[in-house]
Nanobody, 112 residues
Framework: QVQLVESGGGLVQPGVSLRLSCAAS????????MGWFRQAPGKEREFVAG????????YYADSVKDRFTISRDNAKNTVYLQMNRLKFEDTAVYYC?????WGQGTQVTVSS
């Protein structure tokens, strides 16, 4: 069984940074691509960023490119999302994903 546990969300002002973490259980963490998605109130869940398992190639939604950075530490079974220059529209519940599995989500609220 795989479990994904997100942390690091919070209430922040526009322009600041946050780093989300997703700790995964399971011995095969390093063999799977990982991703972050988000869901804002009244909207569908959308892709934010992903990272491949072997070459750790990142890919991003256009809305976060150049502001967010995804990374992974396979030794720690953890994937990160560094979010810089946060905007109001980044407010959402952020979910960690591995194929077939979701975390419980962590709330990020950007407000002045």
């Amino acid at each position: 069984q795989v479990q994904l546990v997100e942390s690091g969300g919070g209430l922040v002002q526009p322009g600041v940074s946050l780093r989300l973490s997703c700790a995964a259980s399971g011995r095969t963490f390093s063999r799977y691509a990982m991703g972050w998605f988000r869901q804002a109130p009244g909207k569908e869940r959308e892709f934010v960023a992903g990272i491949t398992w072997s070459r750790r190639i990142p890919y991003y939604a256009d809305s976060v490119k150049d502001r967010f950075t995804i990374s992974r530490d396979n030794a720690k079974n953890t994937v990160y999302l560094q979010m810089n220059r946060l905007k109001f529209e980044d407010t959402a519940v952020y979910y960690c994903n591995r194929v077939g599995f979701w975390g419980q989500g962590t709330q990020v609220t950007v407000s002045s």
